[in-house]
């Protein structure tokens, strides 16, 4: 756990009720490497997956503060964000990230509690993290097939359950993970948000077990891309969400030049 406020462990306690536009930001921020996916950046950058002075670090520190001013979202979402490996110089990124309006912060090994890759000085501070405007209860869930297995699941609203994970490069390993995602709906009460960095390099169609039996809606277009490598893009960066939400919800892209992702910008009318 960083400085600052933690969050509150999950309760399904009431929140003030809030009629202004509920605002997320969610990225996968590539460890703010200063990467952004074209072919010239990761020739030039590549020492960088190897070690990444603080000084990269804090200047793409600096461009995401940048995109949370502009857009104010009430909560920002992060996956490839780290607290400390050695590989990028001990430097706890959302430590950098707190301020006096983003005061309530979670992060968290993506690992899992089991997992002998927490231990490693390169892989110890590899997380998943979000801070919040207010506190808002929330619970740390973990997939049973993976290496990544850390899921976030945060209350943002009475009625209305957030999911955000980091789901695996491996197909086979993806599809037991969305059988899990789809349990872990069914089984919430209320609406449901689903986002995250899934990985879907076979296309949409990897989603259907999750989207039709949870009566749930891809708000992604096919053709709005939010990961690069070179000249392959994909829709890898998605958000899902029950019909009702779906129905005062607007989803935007924003570029971030500090990573090969993309980010969402979800607002809740």
Do not use: W
């Amino acid at each position: 756990m960083g400085k600052g406020s933690a969050c509150a462990p999950f309760s399904y306690a009431k929140l003030e009720e809030n009629m202004t536009p509920f605002v997320i930001l969610m990225g996968n921020l590539g460890y703010l490497r200063g990467i952004n996916g074209c072919l010239a950046h990761h020739v030039r950058y590549a020492h960088r997956y190897f070690y990444c002075p603080p000084s990269v670090q804090e200047a793409c520190i600096r461009q995401v503060v940048g995109i949370m001013a502009r857009e104010q979202p009430d909560l920002c979402c992060f996956v490839e964000i780290d607290k400390g490996s050695t590989g990028l110089a001990n430097f706890n990124q959302l430590e950098k990230l707190v301020s006096e309006r983003y005061r309530f912060f979670d992060i968290e090994n993506k690992y899992g509690p089991l997992s002998r890759l927490r231990s490693l000085p390169l892989m110890r501070g590899k997380s998943n993290g979000f801070l919040a405007t207010r506190k808002l209860p929330y619970e740390k869930i973990h997939f049973t097939h993976g290496t990544k297995k850390l899921i976030y699941k945060i209350l943002i609203e009475p009625g209305i359950t957030l999911f955000f994970a980091h789901f695996s490069l491996i197909a086979n390993v993806r599809a037991q993970q969305l059988l899990q995602m789809r349990e872990l709906v069914r089984e919430t009460p209320g609406e449901i948000i689903l986002m995250g960095d899934f990985n879907t390099h076979n296309g949409f169609g990897e989603l259907a077990p999750l989207l039709h039996e949870n009566n749930l809606v891809l708000l992604n277009k096919e053709d709005e891309p939010t990961f690069r490598f070179h000249n392959f893009r994909l829709p890898l960066d998605l958000c899902i969400c029950s019909q009702a939400v779906a129905g005062r919800a607007e989803l935007k892209v924003v570029p971030q030049p500090y990573s090969d992702h993309e980010a969402l910008l979800l607002t809740l009318h």
